[in-house]
């Protein structure tokens, strides 16, 4: 079975700083490998999709993340915070449906 | 701009009451799902639905029921709502079955139970 874990729930970073989410997956086959944004009181929004064509994804609002089979992992990055990246981010792998990880809220201090 | 409806934001029932929970999509997509979402928990899935007139258990359908008479539409039931059921319920739709373009979104709705 697919899944995710992401580590930290909470991350806490001062507004210009490096943002650095992480996600690790499982999965017995390639996967599809997302990070979605959800702000408060709102559905979630795909930030980006990784689907084996480039290692290297670039999303909106100047996320990206990078797909590391050696390690398993799907980290999400920004190289400057900005406070209006204050949201609550999960990644999700794709298989038969789609598994979400439980979630990490990022605060942005001004 | 295409989107996923899910037709209240907020909503306040009483232990017993049996609730309906609407979503509608507008993209034509075959695949719709329910997830709710708990502190802690992330995204559980509840029910989801490949076709018109067809349901699948997801992880959690208990005390859950389904209906898809139409494609666009996609309703979650609660049979007689209990206080643990109180959490934001998001709908979903997707292109293809397993997600491989991403998912389409609610907003959600918050549902308490008193």
């Known amino acids: 079975a697919q899944s995710v874990t992401q580590l930290g729930s909470h991350v806490s970073v001062s507004e210009g700083a490096l943002v650095l989410l992480r996600c690790n997956y499982s999965?017995?086959?390639?996967?599809?490998l997302f990070w979605y944004v959800q702000y408060p009181n709102q559905g979630l929004q795909l930030l980006l999709k990784y689907t084996s064509a480039a290692t290297l994804v670039k999303g909106i609002n100047g996320f990206e993340a990078e797909f590391k089979k050696s390690e398993t992992s799907f980290h999400l990055t920004k190289p400057s915070a900005h406070m209006s990246d204050a949201a609550e981010y999960f990644c999700?792998?794709?298989?038969?449906?789609?598994?979400f990880g439980a979630g990490t809220r990022l605060t942005v201090k001004p | 701009d295409v989107k996923v409806t899910q037709s209240s934001r907020y909503l306040v029932k009483r232990t017993g009451e049996k609730v309906f929970l609407e979503c509608v999509q507008d993209?034509?997509?075959?695949?719709m799902f329910w997830y709710r979402q708990d502190p802690g928990l992330g995204l559980r899935l509840i029910y989801f639905?490949?076709?018109?007139?067809?349901?699948e258990k997801g992880d959690i359908p208990e005390g859950y029921s389904v209906s898809r008479e139409k494609k666009e539409r996609f309703s979650l039931i609660l049979e007689s709502a209990s206080t643990n059921q109180t959490s934001m319920y998001l709908c979903?739709?997707?292109?293809?079955?397993?997600?491989?373009?991403?998912?389409?979104f609610g907003s959600g709705t918050r549902l308490t139970v008193v």
């Open positions: 979903a739709s997707s292109f293809l079955a397993g997600g491989t373009y991403g998912y389409t």
């Open positions: 639905s490949y076709d018109v007139k067809m349901k």
């Open positions: 993209m034509d997509h075959e695949n």
């Open positions: 999965s017995s086959v390639p996967p599809y």
């Open positions: 999700a792998v794709s298989g038969a449906d789609m598994r």
